[in-house]
């Protein structure tokens, strides 16, 4: 079984360095068998000081190093095709092949990919981030290696969490009926982000609690193989007899079921040991499952009692982990404090929770991410209006529907990125059905660090076409409680959307000075006088991008520069009242959205626009280009590299409007 984090290894002082030799997988595979622990130890430290430099994802790869380390060692994974589902424990594979000297720059603008990406090295398959999809790409892969002589394994890892999404059970069913040569290794820590939930979860908590099977299995081998000459033939003939001894203690095993052979569970902290394992389930014909048992966040101090916390750490500055060496990474330059607001996280699962204290109907609902979209709180407050569904977002939303349809409130918190896997879902089980559900879309726009698999670029275009629906955005806290309690009113779906950043630390205009939140309604922050509008520009602004604009509109009047600023707060309905008054009355009408061009709340406003009387405006769009956004240290970076930064916004307005006196 997997050793405790207490008892993990530590480099001696005096071992030679190994990990500084392993430029490539072959450097590795020339260590012996008895210098794998070590270099798993020297690995442990590396990432235990470099990721809480860097930030990332650090319980997930302290918990496979000695999985990454077998792997590397048994398969040529340059040849061997190896997916790692999500991909964001990628770190140790990424330290064999050749990336360790630029490790420093991990999730850096400019930097490696916090997830595995072909375009850094060969040994990366995909550019992945979304969960349960090895299985089906590494049956892929071994379709295409049917034609050559001596086929390339095809090897997928993926945890106990991502087993649990449909696509993944849908792999494995084809995978067993077609006999396809594939390896699936399944990581069992117990926890996606948090704690593993439903059948499944359970379902492997049995065969992992079924100690007295591994240890009798491990003791026999141990017995025959001590015996002279024949030991190996008798363990390998008395193999069928153990499996009818776990197949009596451990019931029903889905995975057989399904075709697939079934290995485990073995102790993934025993790099040995998962050599020797690796090497005999590479010779088995068709679909194997290895059941390996880890522990999230090995070594980290924190990990035996919150393996949450430890799941993703921002960069310096951190707590420094004993036994860390400071030498090895630069601190990076801290910038510039702000005033800011609380996270428009924390905003929502703030307004959510006293609104559900006040409405019995209102349930909260996500999928594998209660800490990411900020419902601890409500779960703890009102656990039975609670309701994680793991790693499931088409069943997610099916049940919302049906909440929907028995009369309850709904809130759907998902990533704007996740949403996206249950489309379908949306579409006729919420919106065909005119249910109202909410959906709170935290992550909408972009999301620095994390890149283009979790940039939340696409919602308004694929959410703006279904009939009947309300999407708005919040420009700062006070609009988000205001949003939800407007939502929550109403008869039929409503998205909300929301980046990962700050509120503003300062609101510009009371609450109780503020227009009324009603759908189709906009709000006019700084106006032009009748009489200049022909000359002057107007911003319509969607979402957080206000507050960018409301800079850039105060830098162009200290120029004399007069232009007006809308926050249009609904990208569906539009206020097709306001907007055709500033189509007829202005020299430019500019939109600004943190969304791909294609479809969002421009395209929106064009359609409008290419309906109202008497139109004069040109109309230009300001929103992320058509291309995929690659990662970057932070978020403003991002928004600086579309053009959607305050600075950027300004000087697009100096090009349209001529300096003119600001009455």
């Not at 590397?72 to 790692?84: A, G, K, P, S």
């Not at 079921?257 to 020797?276: A, N």
């Not at 609101?507 to 109780?512: D, G, V, Y």
């Not at 294609?598 to 300001?622: C, M, Y």
């Amino acid at each position: 079984m997997p050793e405790s984090s207490s008892s993990a290894p530590r480099p001696s002082p005096s071992a030679p360095d190994l990990l500084a030799r392993i430029d490539s997988p072959a450097d590795l595979k020339r260590l012996t068998l008895d210098e794998l622990p070590v270099l798993c130890a020297q690995t442990r430290e590396f990432l235990l000081h470099s990721v809480q430099q860097t930030g990332g994802h650090l319980g997930s790869n302290l918990g496979v190093v000695e999985l990454a380390t077998a792997l590397h060692y048994v398969f040529d994974l340059e040849r061997d095709r190896c997916v790692w589902d999500v991909s964001h424990q990628c770190y140790p594979h990424k330290l064999f092949t050749g990336r360790r000297a630029r490790f420093s720059t991990l999730r850096q603008t400019g930097g490696l990919c916090g997830f595995t990406h072909p375009d850094e090295s060969p040994y990366d398959q995909f550019h992945t981030g979304h969960a349960g999809t090895s299985i089906s790409l590494a049956l892929g892969l071994s379709y295409g290696a049917t034609h050559t002589s001596e086929a390339p394994h095809s090897i997928a890892v993926i945890g106990d969490a991502s087993l649990g999404a449909g696509v993944a059970f849908e792999a494995l069913n084809y995978a067993g009926a077609s006999k396809r040569k594939v390896l699936v290794i399944l990581n069992d820590n117990e926890w996606s982000i948090s704690k593993s939930v439903g059948s499944l979860a359970r379902y492997l908590s049995r065969i992992r609690s079924a100690k007295v099977v591994q240890r009798a299995q491990e003791e026999i081998h141990k017995l025959f193989h001590a015996i002279p000459v024949i030991g190996e033939k008798v363990d390998r003939t008395l193999e069928d007899m153990a499996e009818v001894v776990r197949h009596t203690l451990v019931p029903g095993h889905v995975f057989e079921e399904l075709g697939v052979t079934y290995v485990g569970p073995i102790p993934g902290h025993d790099v040995k040991y998962l050599v020797e394992n690796l090497q005999r389930v590479r010779e088995l014909e068709g679909t194997v499952l290895l059941h390996v048992l880890t522990e999230k966040g090995k070594g980290h101090p924190s990990a035996p009692t919150h393996p949450e916390r430890v799941h993703g750490v921002k960069g310096a500055p951190a707590p420094r982990v004993a036994g860390a060496e400071s030498s090895k990474l630069p601190a990076p330059a801290s910038a510039p404090a702000k005033v800011q607001g609380p996270a428009y996280t924390k905003a929502f699962a703030d307004a959510l929770l006293k609104i559900a204290e006040r409405d019995v109907r209102v349930h909260a609902l996500t999928a594998g991410m209660p800490s990411g979209t900020g419902l601890e709180a409500f779960a703890e407050r009102l656990p039975a209006r609670f309701h994680d569904t793991g790693i499931t977002e088409q069943h997610a939303v099916a049940m919302a529907a049906g909440m929907a349809k028995a009369g309850l409130r709904p809130v759907a918190a998902i990533y704007s990125t996740f949403l996206q896997r249950a489309y379908d879902q949306v579409f006729q089980e919420v919106a065909l059905q005119h249910l109202p559900v909410l959906f709170c879309m935290d992550r909408g726009g972009l999301v620095g660090a994390d890149g283009p698999t979790h940039n939340g670029v696409f919602d308004i275009a694929y959410l703006r076409t279904f009939p009947g629906f309300t999407l708005c955005a919040p420009r700062d806290a006070t609009d988000m409680r205001r949003m939800l309690e407007m939502s929550l009113t109403l008869s039929g779906p409503v998205g909300v959307r929301y980046p990962r950043d700050n509120c503003p630390g300062v609101e510009r205009i009371h609450a109780s000075e503020r227009r009324e939140m009603l759908p189709g309604t906009a709000e006019v922050l700084f106006d032009v006088e009748p009489h200049e509008r022909a000359n002057s520009v107007v911003i319509w602004a969607f979402g957080a991008l206000v507050n960018q604009a409301i800079e850039a509109v105060e830098r162009l009047r200290q120029r004399g520069v007069s232009a007006a600023l809308v926050d249009a707060r609904f990208a569906k309905p539009l206020d097709e009242e306001l907007l055709f008054q500033h189509l007829a009355s202005y020299r430019a009408l500019i939109t600004l959205e943190e969304h791909q061009r294609a479809g969002g709340f421009g395209s929106a406003v064009l359609e409008a626009a290419s309906r109202a009387p008497n139109a004069r405006a040109q109309v230009k769009l300001l929103a992320i280009p058509d291309r995929f956004i690659e990662h970057m240290t932070t978020r403003e970076e991002q928004l600086s590299e579309c053009g959607l930064d305050a600075e950027s916004i300004e000087r697009f307005v100096r090009q349209l409007a001529p300096a003119q006196r600001v009455s």
